[in-house]
Nanobody
């Protein structure tokens, strides 16, 4: 079965950096879009960034210029480099895969999340 597993979260001071990773495993033929979402306490889950298999990327306005998404399609892995972190970036970050192709067709999968805390 397909699984998405995030890693790299933790506690960082304001202005610091973190790199999140998400590896998709299982009987995957291809993945169209891999994305990072986040959910802060008391708020709705929101899109942070996504990247398609052809290299297109999209970012939330709040992270443009600070975060960078990248993919290793051969490894079915997506990364999120986060620089200039702010306290308002504190959230659980979730990995998402859309158009995850298996022999059963295309489906959407979510990871369980990794906590990022930005605090002094």
């Amino acid at each position: 079965q397909v699984q998405l597993v995030e890693s790299g979260g933790g506690l960082v001071q304001p202005g610091g950096s973190l790199r999140l990773s998400c590896a998709a495993s299982g009987p995957i033929l291809s993945i169209h879009t891999m994305a990072w979402y986040r959910q802060a306490p008391g708020k709705q889950r929101e899109l942070v960034a996504n990247g398609t298999s052809d290299g297109s990327t999209n970012y939330a306005d709040s992270v443009k210029g600070r975060f960078a998404i990248s993919r290793d399609n051969a490894k079915n892995t997506v990364y999120l480099q986060m620089n200039g972190l702010k306290p308002e970036d504190t959230a659980v970050y979730y990995c998402n895969g859309e158009g995850v192709m298996t022999i059963l067709g295309g489906m959407t999968f979510w990871g369980k999340g990794t906590l990022v805390t930005v605090s002094s």
